[in-house]
């Protein structure tokens, strides 16, 4: 994995999934269950990497085309509010809005599961688990659902013209 403190936290989830779904087992089919446990953990953790290395992507070409270097922090760089004297110039607030009305209309595209498990995940910030719990379903479907709707959107947004 290349970052120790993200192996141990991977191995003590692991750790932690065996013990809760499997105390009650044997001894002796304890090591076989935990590979496989800590397997299926290691690819979880790849697979949260990859789609957030996608959004740091996008975020990151976002600010290349909007003249920051490679260290700005996008949080750094857009107000959390506008004071109330503050004026945003005309044409970049054209802009962004249009761009985010265009993120709405794709976001609206979207199959109703992978558009509900995306906007659960991304922008109320639920976990994994607390989302499956609220659509009734499986951590791997929300998964699923996740990746879908983030490839869908950003080959969408792509095909728009908006490189985020």
């Known amino acids: ?10 191995v003590q989830d692991a750790m932690l999934r065996l013990v809760e779904a ?10 076989m269950l935990f590979q496989r446990i800590l397997q299926n953990a290691i690819r ?9 290395s996608t959004w740091v992507t996008l ?49 609206a595209q979207l199959p109703a599961r992978q558009r509900e498990a995306f906007l659960m995940r991304y922008w109320e910030e639920l976990d994994v688990a607390d989302t499956a719990r609220a659509m009734g379903c499986s951590e791997g479907s929300v998964k699923t659902h996740c990746s879908r ?9 792509r095909a728009r013209g908006i490189t985020l």
Do not use: C
């Open 59 to 107: 975020f990151s070409s976002l600010l290349e085309a909007r003249g920051f270097d490679q260290d700005s922090d996008l949080l750094e760089t857009l107000p959390a509010a506008r004071e109330p004297n503050e004026e945003e110039q005309p044409g970049q607030a054209l802009e962004r809005a249009q761009v985010i009305e265009i993120i709405e209309q794709e976001i």
């Open 149 to 157: 709707a983030v490839h869908a959107l950003a080959v969408a947004l």
């Open 22 to 31: 499997y105390g009650s087992r044997p001894a002796v089919e304890l090591p």
């Open 44 to 52: 979880d953790w790849f697979r949260r990497q990859k789609v957030r």
């Open 1 to 10: 994995m290349r970052d120790d403190q993200a192996a141990l936290d991977v």
